[in-house]
């Protein structure tokens, strides 16, 4: 079975400072890779996915991620926040080739960014 | 772009009440998703739906029953409300099963008191 895990519930951080959000997942097959973001009051917003290729991924507002296979890992990189950013950031897993391609979630990150 | 739309947002219902939350998506996607929030424990699947008519169990189906009449729209129904449901409830769509990116709505926030 697949698991995410995300370890920081919350991350404070100054305007213009960096930031990585950490995201580890555990699998026994190949997977594909989701941040997603959650603005105060509303849905889901795909920020970026690892399906294949490039372990690099850019998203948008800024946003990138780098797939670790080896560490069983994809952590979410900003080089300077703004106020703007603050939301709750999920990172999910899909299994490659699954049956039915159903996402798992992560418990989240609550990014704070302050002036 | 993929709009999902949700009945309410805020709801406020009282323990044994019948209680129905819709969705519906405009981009005829094959796929729907409910889902409920909860602090600390992220996104918990519900119920989803591969096409009409059809259903199968998420993680945490206790308690919960769907409905999907036509391809645009998916019910989730609270057959007896308790306050243990009171949560955040986001509805998702998907192309279909050979796609990944799901698209979601702007939740419903339900409070059972």
């Known amino acids: 079975a697949q698991s995410v895990t995300q370890l920081d519930s919350q991350v404070p951080v100054f305007e213009e400072a960096p930031v990585e959000l950490r995201c580890n997942y555990s699998?026994?097959?190949?997977?594909?890779l989701f941040w997603y973001v959650q603005y105060p009051n509303q849905g889901l917003q795909l920020l970026l996915k690892y399906l294949s290729g490039s372990t690099l991924v850019k998203g948008i507002n800024g946003f990138e991620a780098e797939f670790n296979k080896s560490q069983t890992s994809f952590h979410l990189r900003k080089p300077s926040v703004h106020i703007s950013d603050t939301a709750e950031y999920f990172c999910a897993v899909s299994e490659y080739g699954g049956a039915t391609n159903k996402l798992i979630f992560g418990t989240g990150t609550l990014l704070a960014v302050q002036p | 772009d993929v709009k999902v739309t949700q009945s309410s947002r805020y709801l406020v219902k009282r323990t044994g009440e019948k209680v129905f939350l819709e969705c519906v998506q405009d981009m005829d996607h094959e796929n729907m998703f409910w889902y409920r929030q909860d602090p600390g424990l992220g996104l918990r699947l519900i119920y989803f739906?591969?096409?009409?008519?059809?259903?199968e169990k998420g993680d945490i189906p206790e308690g919960y029953s769907v409905s999907r009449e036509k391809k645009e729209r998916f019910s989730l129904i609270l057959e007896s409300a308790s306050t243990n449901q009171t949560s955040m409830y986001l509805c998702?769509?998907?192309?279909?099963?050979?796609?990944?990116?799901?698209?979601f709505g702007p939740g419903t926030r339900l409070t059972v008191l």
């Open positions: 739906s591969y096409d009409v008519k059809m259903k």
């Open positions: 998702a769509s998907r192309l279909g099963l050979g796609y990944n990116e799901q698209f």
């Open positions: 699998s026994s097959v190949s997977v594909y």
